[in-house]
DNA sequence: TTGAAAGCGCTAACAA
DNA sequence: TTGTTAGCGCTTTCAA
């Protein structure tokens, strides 16, 4: 089933046929419909390869992260993968699952096989070298998440996010604020933790707070890690327990409210939560927190990639996402 | 930078390069090694387009899976992803989102493109007309998570393991033994839920007791879901109360946790949950489940995928995975 | 074991 | 607007 065959039923060449099912060049009303009921009736569908190889395009864009599993990564995929799909691109996958290994694959040895078109990056903290072979085989790259060193990159302002959902707390009177951040190994990538830490501390700094060091906790952007963390905070005598606490990810949020249940501690009314994110759940838990929104950050980043595979592409600055406090049931004046 | 210039350099033919490079055929270790030499000093990557236009294969696998979101799905597209890229083989995505008009697209459009050796459905019921199409164009399939008609497909065995969780209940003397099973939309799909359902039903038939139709709740397989059928099946009077329940995924039994905690119900003492999966945060809830192993069965897909790539395809039967008892805190004796 | 050469199926310049 | 045709870069048959 090749070309030629749909060019003979419609009684075209070739070249029309490629023309009317790409969309490229003209051709006549009546040539199109010809040619598109034809290839109907014959199931044809071009080979990608054959595409390819021909015009140097691939319809296809690769997305690389660093984990799958967890809510912020598959969430921005998933968007970029939607849109990627009703622009008719295939999305290749490269998860890197935290691992080095894998990671020197995918970047010397897969992205390079000019499978793909462009490439997004999701939180990811790319080398220079990574970054020049990429550029030197003429990829396009989008980053999502964090900024990357000569690439037009998509991301929330963290330090100011940070800064929100701390003043939030302010407003509502609190002064005993605690953190629970990222900690050494998450931040290694990304250094996102290291500003929403700043965010907390600006916060606290122009209320005229002092940042208490008893009152930061590390984990590791998981619900059990959040749990740990918050139990430290939770558990310090009375008066140097944190009357609320800032976790950088909702994920860590719910560890901490369900650390200060288990404490006995009631949520808001001993101790208020603020988190990051406005993951799926953070409604059922009654979460308070600073919502981004990954689903439209995939989107947006494959706008931005369409752009600049447009010839005419006139690339925008990079621009910083919306982000919105939600307040929800766990944050509340700290009782008297 | 194309294969004729490595041939240039190593002083052979692009014929010898390919070879030497694809491992396809024999060479001369001689030749080998100058080949590899050359192209490593060029930095020559193969040109994916060329090559599988010019052999018919790709080294490309689509994986479909319904959501991306869950933990099983994400598992399963890791451990296969992994494998894969160990395989040399790249992974194009295709999320249907629990969508129709996208999985119409991807199946009347993308898989035919030819872009892909093989596909790999993750818990997803294939139309006859959809296995037919792959079927077709030649493009082996294999299902992971549910039977597909004439399809090889790596399951666990639903029923066995409802079972065996509900016989654990009822080996610690639980006799009002609930359930949190899927509902009608989760369904759809697999008839996953109606086998867990029917395990449930077996093993309470097999020891004398009765399935009480008010201790059979549903849900959507999400925390939240479970939470709000757990807070249905516990608040019913005492006597009529479950001591114990299934519950059909853990991400639904952690909701019934929560629901337990937040009735004043102390798990295990006054209820006991099992649940299904061996969920990242089950050890964390102490649930005792009945553990499957996503991340294996999506390495294992591909291993069978492998052998049916091979011409020498000796395929075996479809094999039942392993499934195990994990038993944690969440499951004891009833209070007399 | 190696090389020559014929495609693989499509796109895009160019000519008409 | 359409057709002709020369590649795109690789694999694989066939012959040596």
Redesign the interface.
């Given at each position: 089933m090749s070309i030629a065959e749909v060019a003979r039923l419609a009684g075209v060449s070739t070249a029309t046929v490629s023309r009317a099912l790409s969309g490229r060049g003209h051709v006549s009303a009546a040539a199109r419909e010809r040619v598109v009921a034809a290839a109907r009736e014959l199931g044809y569908?071009?080979?990608?390869?054959?595409s390819?190889?021909a015009s140097g395009r691939?319809r296809?864009v690769g997305i690389v992260l660093p984990y799958?599993?967890r809510?912020y990564f598959?969430?921005v995929?998933?968007g970029a993968?939607?849109q990627l799909?009703h622009a008719g691109y295939?999305?290749?996958?490269?998860?890197l699952?935290g691992n080095d290994a894998?990671r020197r694959?995918?970047f010397e040895?897969?992205l390079?096989?000019?499978?793909v078109d462009a490439v997004i990056a999701v939180a990811l903290e790319l080398t220079e070298a990574e970054v020049a072979n990429l550029h030197a085989i003429g990829k396009p790259i989008v980053g999502v998440g964090g900024p990357i060193e000569g690439v037009r990159t998509l991301m929330i302002d963290d330090v100011a996010v940070a800064r929100l959902a701390t003043e939030h707390l302010i407003g509502l009177d609190h002064r005993r604020i605690g953190l629970i951040g990222g900690d050494r190994a998450s931040d290694a990538d990304f250094h996102m933790p290291a500003k929403r830490l700043r965010g907390w501390h600006a916060a606290l700094h122009d209320a005229g707070i002092e940042a208490d060091p008893r009152l930061m906790a590390q984990a590791d952007f998981t619900?059990?890690g959040g749990?740990a963390a918050a139990k430290q905070l939770f558990g310090a005598p009375r008066h140097e327990r944190p009357t609320a606490v800032f976790a950088a990810s909702d994920e860590m949020a719910f560890g901490a409210i369900l650390a200060a249940?288990d404490l006995g501690l009631s949520v808001p009314d001993d101790v208020s939560i603020v988190g990051i994110d406005d993951h799926?759940?953070a409604e059922?838990f009654g979460l308070t927190t600073v919502a981004q929104f990954p689903r439209q950050q995939g989107a947006r980043a494959v706008d931005v990639l369409m752009a600049q595979l447009q010839p005419d592409d006139a690339t925008a600055e990079d621009t910083p996402l919306p982000f919105e406090l939600r307040v929800r049931r766990s944050t509340a004046r700290p009782r008297p």
């Open positions: 569908v071009v080979s990608q390869a054959a390819s190889l691939t296809n799958l599993g809510w598959s969430s995929l998933e993968q939607m799909m295939d999305v290749t996958l490269y998860n699952a894998e694959i995918v040895d897969f390079l096989r000019q499978r619900l059990q749990y249940r799926d759940m059922f």
